[in-house]
T-cell receptor, first 115, second 109 residues
C-alpha cells in the first residue's frame, strides 16, 4: 500500500510569511508524528498526535508553530511569521497504534527554505 | 533529558571490511533503541531495534546497558550498505524518538 506522503516536497517562502505543510499518514495509523531535521543533524521531535488530539507537543519550538489533525488522519503543520532559522526538512511519520513497540514509518519530507 | 551521541560523522571502509557504527545514549530508565537508515534519495526507514534481536541485511546491534551503547556492526561491508545511519532512542513511557546526528557510511570498492 501507499506509504506516508507529504506535500509540498519543496517550499520556498520569504521571511515573515505563513506556511502550511501537509502529511497524509498510512491508512489506519492512529499515531502521527512531526519531526524537523536541520542540516547536519538528526530529526528532532516536534509533536505527536494520537487520533485527533496532540498527545505531546513538547517539541514545538515556540508559539509560531502549530499543528492540527481534525479528523484523525491528515495533519497540517502551520508556521506563522517564518524566520530564516525555520529552514529545514520537516518529516512526518505514522505508526499503527500507541504502545512501546510500534514502528514509525516516515514520509519523504518537505524541504522548507525561508529567504 | 535523553541524548543520543554518534561520534563519527563519516565512516569510510573498503568492501569486505568489518563495520562498526558507534552509538551512545544517556537515559536513566529502560529505553528502546533503534537504528534507522536513509539510502540516497530514499526516505528514512527502520533497520533494526534492540528488542527484536535479529540480524537485518547482515547488521546486528546489541544493547549494552552498562556502557549505555548500541553499536551497529556488520562483519563484511557491501557497497550497497553506503547510506546515512541514525541511532534513535525511545523512552519506555513515551512515543517520540530522540535521534543522534547520524553517521555517513561509505563503502569503497
Amino acid at each position: 500500500g501507499a506509504g506516508v506522503s507529504q506535500t509540498p516536497s519543496n517550499k520556498v517562502t520569504e521571511k515573515g510569511k505563513y506556511v502550511e505543510l501537509r502529511c497524509d499518514p498510512i491508512s489506519g495509523h492512529t499515531a502521527l508524528y512531526w519531526y524537523r531535521q536541520s542540516l547536519g543533524q538528526g530529526p528532532e521531535f516536534l509533536i505527536y498526535f494520537q487520533g485527533t488530539g496532540a498527545a505531546d507537543d513538547s517539541g514545538l519550538p515556540n508559539d509560531r508553530f502549530f499543528a492540527v489533525r481534525p479528523e484523525g488522519s491528515v495533519s497540517t503543520l502551520k508556521i506563522q511569521r517564518t524566520e530564516r532559522g525555520d529552514s529545514a526538512v520537516y518529516l512526518c511519520a505514522s505508526s499503527p497504534q500507541r504502545g512501546l513497540y510500534n514502528e514509525q514509518f516516515f514520509g519523504p519530507g518537505t524541504r522548507l527554505t525561508v529567504l | 533529558a535523553q541524548r543520543v551521541t554518534q561520534p563519527e560523522k563519516l565512516l569510510s571502509v573498503f568492501k569486505g571490511a568489518p563495520v562498526e557504527l558507534k552509538c551512545n545514549y544517556s537515559y536513566s530508565g529502560s529505553p528502546e533503541l533503534f537504528w534507522y537508515v536513509q539510502y540516497s534519495r530514499q526516505r528514512l526507514q527502520l533497520l533494526l531495534r534492540h528488542i527484536s534481536r535479529e540480524s537485518i541485511k547482515g547488521f546486528t546491534a546489541d544493547l549494552n546497558k552498562g556502557e549505555t551503547s548500541f553499536h551497529l556492526k556488520k562483519p563484511f561491508a557491501q557497497e550497497e550498505d553506503s547510506a546515512m545511519y541514525y541511532c534513535a532512542l525511545k523512552r519506555e513511557y513515551g512515543n517520540k524518538l530522540v535521534f543522534g546526528a547520524g553517521t555517513i557510511l561509505r563503502v569503497k570498492s
